[in-house]
C-alpha cells in the first residue's frame, strides 16, 4: 500500500519531510485514533506537570511566567522555524492547555491534585500510545529521533489544516 504524502505547498519543506517521515509509522486507523486522543493529552499533562514547579522567587511577580510558559514558548518558536501557520495553531493549543489547567486548579473535578491527575493521565496515554504502535506493528517515531516527540502535535495540527484548507 503506498502512504500518502503530505503535500508540499510552500513553506519550510523540513516540515513536509518530517510530518511524512512521522506519518510512515501512523497509517493505522485504529493507531491514527489513539494519537488524536493521546497526544494531546500528553501535551496537556506535561504543561500541567511543568506549571506546578515552583519558579524562582524573582519571577513570582510576572503573571503566568512559569516553567510550563517558557517550554511551551520554546515550542512554539521551533514550530515558527519549521511552519509560522503550525506554530499559531499550536499557540491555540497552547491555551487551550493553560485554560484546562487553569480551569482544574479552579475546580478540581477529582479529588485528585492536578499533579496526580495529570501523571494518572499521562502513564494512561503513553500506554495507548504503544499499543497503537504495537497495533500498527512499527515502533513510535521518537525512537529513531526525539525531535518526533515535537511533530506529532504538529502532525496533527496539519491534519486539521488540510481539512480547512490552511497552507502548512
Known amino acids: ?3 500518502p504524502q503530505i503535500a508540499q505547498k510552500g513553506g519550510n519543506r523540513r516540515i513536509f519531510a518530517l510530518l511524512n517521515e ?3 509509522s501512523h497509517q493505522n486507523g485504529t493507531n491514527k485514533l489513539i494519537h488524536w486522543i ?7 499533562t506535561i504543561v500541567a506537570l511543568l506549571w ?28 515558527a522555524v519549521l511552519s509560522w501557520t503550525l506554530a499559531i495553531g499550536m499557540a ?14 479552579s475546580a478540581p473535578p ?13 502513564v494512561i496515554a503513553w ?22 516527540l515535537l511533530i506529532g502535535p504538529a502532525w496533527l495540527i496539519s491534519f486539521l489544516y488540510r481539512k480547512l484548507n490552511i497552507k502548512i
Not at 519558579?55 to 514550530?79: C, G, H, K, R
Not at 491555551?95 to 486548579?105: A, D, F, P, T, W
Not at 500506554?127 to 518526533?148: A, L, R
Open 127 to 148: 500506554i495507548f500510545q504503544f499499543i497503537g504502535h504495537k497495533i500498527e506493528g512499527k515502533k513510535p517515531s521518537f525512537f529513531k529521533d526525539v525531535q518526533f
Open 22 to 24: 512521522y506519518g510512515a
Open 52 to 79: 506546578i514547579i515552583p519558579v524562582p522567587e524573582s519571577l513570582n511577580s510576572v503573571p503566568y511566567l512559569n516553567w510550563a510558559t517558557i517550554a511551551l514558548l520554546l515550542t512554539i518558536i521551533y514550530y
Open 1 to 3: 500500500m503506498v502512504r
Open 38 to 44: 493521546a497526544v494531546p493529552v500528553i501535551v496537556w
Open 92 to 105: 491555540l493549543f497552547a491555551l487551550l492547555c493553560i485554560g484546562v489547567v487553569q480551569l482544574y486548579m
Open 110 to 122: 477529582f479529588s485528585l491534585a492536578l499533579w496526580q491527575f495529570a501523571i494518572g493521565a499521562f
